[in-house]
C-alpha cells in the first residue's frame, strides 16, 4: 500500500469566467479517487464557487456546482472557507452550499464540513498539509 | 452620443472595474459580464465604487451571467439595470463605440 498524503487544494478563481474552477473539482475527485486525504480551501475569489442557487442555462455552460455537494461521498473530510474573503464580497455561511459527510461504516456522520475559518487557521491548514495544489 | 464600455473581470481580482469607472465620461454606459458581474453585488468591499458611479453613469449588469453564478437579484446595488443578450446588442447599438477593459 503507498503512502497517503495529506493534499491541500486552494482555490482562488470564480467559476464559470476561466476554467481553473472547473478544473481544480476534476483533480480533487481523482486525487480522492487514489485514497488520499484531500481537503479544500476556499480564498478571494474562489468562495465564489461555493454560492448556491447557480443557474447556467441562459449561458450555454456545465452548472458544475451541485458536485461540491457529492464530495462528502468522495470521503473528502474539510471543506474551508476563508472568512476574510467571504466578508468582503458581501457573503455569509448561509449563502454557500452545504456538503454532508457520512463514514459508511461507522456511520458517523457530519451534516456540513464546510467551515468558515479566520486567517490565522488558514494559515495553519495551508502550512500543516503536505502539498498544496493552486487553482 | 457615448460610449459602451464593457468590463469582464471580477472588481475583487483585477482594477478593470475601477480603472473603467475613472476614466470614463459622466454619461457612458458601463456593462458588467461575465466575472465583472461580482461589481454589482451589495455589501461588498468594492461596492461604495460602483453606488457612486451609478449617480452619473448607466451601469447595466449581463442576466445570464449573474444568474449563473447564483446571484440574487435582491442583492443587486440600487440602480443597477439588468440585460439580457438582446439588451446588450441594443446598448452596442445605441453607442458610438464599445470600450472593452478586459
Known sequence: MSDTKNFMFLNRRAPYGTIYAWESLEVVLIAAAFEQNVSLMFAD??????????????????????????????????????????EARGLTADDLVQV??????????????????????????????DVVFSF | MSDLHTVNKSPFEKNSLETCLRLSKADSAILLYEDGVYGALK??????????????????VLGPDYKARGLAEDRMIDGVEVVDYAGFVDLVEANDKVQAWV
Open chain 2, 43 to 60: 455589501g461588498t468591499a468594492v461596492e461604495n465604487m460602483i453606488a457612486s458611479a451609478v449617480g452619473d453613469k448607466k451601469v447595466y
Open chain 1, 100 to 129: 454532508e459527510w457520512e463514514d459508511w461504516e461507522t456511520e458517523e456522520s457530519v451534516d456540513n464540513i464546510v467551515e468558515v475559518v479566520d486567517s490565522e487557521r488558514v494559515a495553519e491548514l495551508l502550512a500543516e498539509s
Open chain 1, 45 to 86: 475569489d474562489g468562495v465564489f464557487e461555493l454560492t448556491k442557487g447557480q443557474d447556467t442555462a441562459e449561458i450555454g455552460m456545465k452548472n458544475f456546482s451541485p458536485t461540491y455537494r457529492t464530495l462528502g461521498d468522495y470521503e473528502v473530510r474539510h471543506m474551508y472557507v476563508d472568512k476574510a474573503s467571504l
